[in-house]
Structures are given as structure tokens and as C-alpha cells.
């Protein structure tokens, strides 16, 4: 009869212990990446809110005739804002003109960097 060799394996090998903490090590590596990249792209919508926001709101005062700054400040941020109204720019605290035949369109710029956003609609007489 062949007796099976019988083992008092306690504790670990260093080759488990090797394992486990390269792949606590992977785990930790890749959450410290999706933390990055989720607060990029938290930033970059936070960025483009903006910019919609100074878009929405320039042709809004254009077509109530306020005046129209060249920049506004959202959240911390400068944010440049060009306005175009059939060819004609107004920035720095211009006023838009109100069409006297037919319609007019606006077209509404806001950037930050090198991100940007656009936005147009029209003007017409009542």
C-alpha cells in the first residue's frame, strides 16, 4: 500500500504573497486611473456648460439690444464671447442692431482655450 505523503502546509509561500499584492497593486492602478479620467471629463463638462451658458445668454442680450462684454466670468472662468450679426462682429459692450426689413441672424461664440461653441438664431421684425 502507497501512503500519501502528508503535509503541514502552514501560511503562505512568498510566491502567493508576491501575487496578491501585484494584483492589489493592478486594482489600485486602474482605479487611480478612472478617477483621473472621470475628473477630466467632469472638468470638460463643467467647461462646456459654460460655454453654452455665455453662448445662450450673448444672443439673448443681442436681441433685447443690451450691451455685449466681450468676455463674462462663469464658475472661475474667463470665458471670450464674439458676437456676429449678418457680418457685423460687436464685442466690448457693443450693441446689436435691430433688423428694419427681414430677418437677421446671430451667431453667438463662447470659448475657453481651445474649446469653443457656437450657437445662431434668428432676429426678424414683429
Do not use: W
Request: positive net charge; charged residues 10%.
Amino acid at each position: 500500500m502507497i501512503k500519501a505523503l502528508k503535509q503541514d502546509k502552514k501560511g503562505l509561500t512568498i510566491t502567493e504573497v508576491m501575487v496578491s499584492i501585484a494584483l492589489m497593486a493592478i486594482g489600485i492602478m486602474t482605479f487611480a486611473a478612472l478617477q483621473a479620467f472621470f475628473a477630466n471629463d467632469t472638468k470638460n463638462r463643467f467647461i462646456y456648460g459654460c460655454l453654452i451658458t455665455a453662448a445662450s445668454n450673448g444672443i439673448a442680450m443681442c436681441m433685447s439690444g443690451q450691451p455685449i462684454p466681450s468676455s463674462v466670468q462663469c464658475g472661475g472662468i474667463q470665458v471670450s464671447l464674439n458676437i456676429n450679426q449678418g457680418g457685423n462682429i460687436i464685442n466690448g459692450n457693443g450693441t446689436c442692431s435691430k433688423p428694419t426689413n427681414g430677418c437677421s441672424q446671430i451667431t453667438a461664440t463662447a470659448s475657453y482655450n481651445n474649446i469653443s461653441y457656437s450657437e445662431s438664431d434668428n432676429v426678424c421684425p414683429f
